[in-house]
């Protein structure tokens, strides 16, 4: 197990993004918001599990992970690169 982690943890973030792991990791974090944007709660369209933090990726705690909307993800992410942009 210890293997595995370090492997998923080595291995390039999109590659990991189509792991058996993470795919049943979205699965679940998707389940458990309902299918619903945990911001806007908007359903009934593209939903994204977005990483709060990396730190634990390959075992993510369900605190680690949000359900997002694509609008809502690029939001997020524009928010983020203007606050890298003004540090």
């Known amino acids: 197990e210890l293997q595995e982690l370090l492997d ?7 590659d990991y993004l189509g ?15 309902r299918y619903t944007c945990q911001l806007c709660n ?3 369209e593209p939903l994204n599990v ?7 990726m390959g ?3 369900f605190d680690d992970l949000i359900v997002l909307c ?4 690029a939001k997020f992410h524009d928010k983020l690169h203007a606050a890298e942009a003004a540090s």
């Not at 998923?8 to 999109?14: D, E, S, T």
């Not at 977005?50 to 634990?56: D, E, F, L, R, V």
């Not at 694509?70 to 993800?73: E, K, S």
């Open 8 to 14: 998923l943890r080595a291995m390039p973030y999109q």
């Open 19 to 33: 792991t058996d792991y993470w795919k049943q990791v979205r699965a679940i974090v998707l389940r458990r918001a």
């Open 42 to 44: 908007a359903s009934g």
């Open 50 to 56: 977005h990483h709060k933090t990396y730190a634990n």
């Open 59 to 61: 075992r993510e705690s």
């Open 70 to 73: 694509r609008p809502c993800h």
